[in-house]
């Protein structure tokens, strides 16, 4: 029987003998915090306020436990102290061998639907195994557990639903939203993806089914920028759905009822951050595929209050003008000499286009005369200065122009250098509008961006082919490589993938108070900056997703210096922030528990 003194109470541990060595108890009192010692030695773990009581576990509850369980991993000693003798097969594997089995089951399905559904159950059962997969893995996977499958996945959420996660905040949970927030059982939260589900993808409003993309992004954090899983929380507002299909879903998983709106609808949100802030102090806000008309809104209202940033909005930019400057190297142009017609003038395009009349400010450009180098083209044609009701954020884009309705004639007129597809929908870049590009263009940029591949705006082969191999191609979700007159393509995924790990990173480094567009900015050019000529020569504008951490890392860096230089850092610069920042990288692999 052992003594321990806890929060000013006696403790007694008791425990079996044999079955926790003294010596295996003091060295875990010296690894890891009190309580989960108390816990993990729970078979005969006594006195204790009930309430306080948290479940370390031991024995088949540790297998159950995704958090701690190693499976075929844990050790022979493990075995012993843990309770675990008999309950697993004899052999002790290792990690690498746990890897080569998971991927051998995973690339035995038949679907990547399946294939979803396999790795999302891995990660129920084993989260260090999970991400040891996703991270050697990453251009596999990242398809997988992010676009384009995810778009499935919370299509059909309420048919695949096997394990609840994160936390589902509903519209009726006006009131006490900071009480359901303190149900999730880690406190220690830094970052935050947060949905209301009303525009997942290109997919449009899929309601509660959202969750899959806040879960899918938090994936993305770990397995890129090495955030530890058990600092992120993803979250859906399911404030009810206009989509008829899932509304008459017997098995959807959210409210059955239509969207809350107006007031009542802010007045959740507004709760939601206040209370998000009270229970994780200077917790990082990630805004994610909320419809237009919210995004802006909400964006406007929280980027200066708390640490907060819509990745739709902010995230594409900073990929788009990574492209848009990789690219440049390519063709040798300038920045300022550029004339780029965005297709789709909502989160995405809009953003791109403020990103990039930005880095024209910075470089000498008035605001007038940066504007005049983004144009919009969205559902109802060329946005232009004749046109009526435009909303405030086309109107600074509007131009002095004829009204042209359809694509062709408006690039036609324009002659763009570049365009980019933001608009959600596809096919949209047919084979005159392509061929249009290559007439105008020694290396037209064509840029196809919208999510996930069923919506894009045209695909590899088609740029490809349809410019005779000139044209200088990206595309929100992934496409093999093409060979068009005995060149090989290879092309880059101009996704956001490549820029919120990183930010997000930079951001809870040096606990800045906000993250602000200069951030992006610099993440963009950092970004541009990883992209080797090798790359470029096989006709890729972003690094291969391998050196995503590294790319990762030094984003967080550039980001982290700007919130050092802005003021807006709350901690002291550490002396060598990069070394600083790496330090804070999970890597998954097995903690040895005795
Ligand atoms: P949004 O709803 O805010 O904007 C869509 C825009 O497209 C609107 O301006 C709309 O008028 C326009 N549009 C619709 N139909 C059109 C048509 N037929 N012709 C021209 N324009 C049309 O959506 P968003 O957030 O801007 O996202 C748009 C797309 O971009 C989605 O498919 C999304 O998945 C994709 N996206 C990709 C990335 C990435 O990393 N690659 C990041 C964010 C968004």
Known sequence: MYKVSFEDEDVVIRFKEGMIERDTLSRLLDRVNLESVLNRCKPAVAKRNAGKRSGFPYGSALLQDPVFNKGTAFTEEERDALCLRGLLPPRVHTQAEQVARVLENMRRKTSDLEKYIFLVSLQDRNKTLFYRVLIDNIEELAPIVYTPTVGQACLEYGHIFRRPRGIYLSANDRGRVADVLRNWPHKGIHIIVVTDGERILGLGDLGANGMGISVGKLALYTACAGIHPSISLPVTIDVGTENEELLNDPLYIGLRQRRLRGKPYDDLIEEFIVAAQEIFPRVLIQFEDFANSNAFRLLKEYRDVVCAFNDDIQGTAAVTLAGL??????????????????????????????????????????????????????????????????????????????????????????????????????????????????????????????????????????????????????????????????????????????????????????????????????????????????????????????????????????????????????????????????????????????
């Open 325 to 594: 400057l990789s690219a440049l190297r390519i063709t040798g142009g300038k920045l300022r000499d550029q004339r780029v017609l965005f297709l789709g003038a909502g989160e995405a395009g809009i953003g791109a286009g403020d990103l990039l009349t930005s880095a024209l400010v910075s470089e000498g450009l008035s605001t007038e005369e940066a504007r005049e180098r983004c144009w919009f083209f969205d559902s109802k044609g060329l946005v232009v200065k004749s046109r009526t009701g435009l909303t405030g954020h086309k109107l600074r884009y509007s131009h002095d122009f004829e009204c042209v309705a359809d694509l062709l004639p408006a690039v036609e007129k324009l002659k763009p250098t570049a365009v980019i597809g933001v608009s959600g929908r596809p096919k949209l870049f047919t084979r005159p509008v392509l061929e249009a590009m290559a007439r105008l263009n020694e290396r037209p940029i064509v840029f196809s961006l919208s999510n996930p591949t069923s919506k894009t705006e045209c695909t590899a082969e088609d740029a490809y082919t349809w410019t005779r191999g000139r044209a200088i191609f990206a595309s929100g979700s992934p496409f093999d490589p093409v060979t068009v007159d005995g060149k090989t393509f290879f092309p880059a995924q101009g996704n956001n993938v490549y820029i919120f790990p990183g930010v997000g990173l930079g951001a809870i480094a040096c606990w800045s108070r906000h993250v602000t567009d200069e951030m992006f900015y610099v993440a963009a050019k950092t970004l541009a900056g990883q992209v080797s000529w090798a790359d470029l020569d096989q006709g890729r504008v972003f690094p291969r997703l391998t050196k995503i951490r590294e790319v990762s890392v030094r984003i967080a860096v550039a980001v982290a210096e700007v919130a050092f230089e802005r003021g807006l850092a709350t901690r002291e610069r550490p002396e060598d922030l990069e070394r600083y920042i790496k330090s804070l990288m999970y890597d998954p692999q097995y903690d040895n528990y005795v």
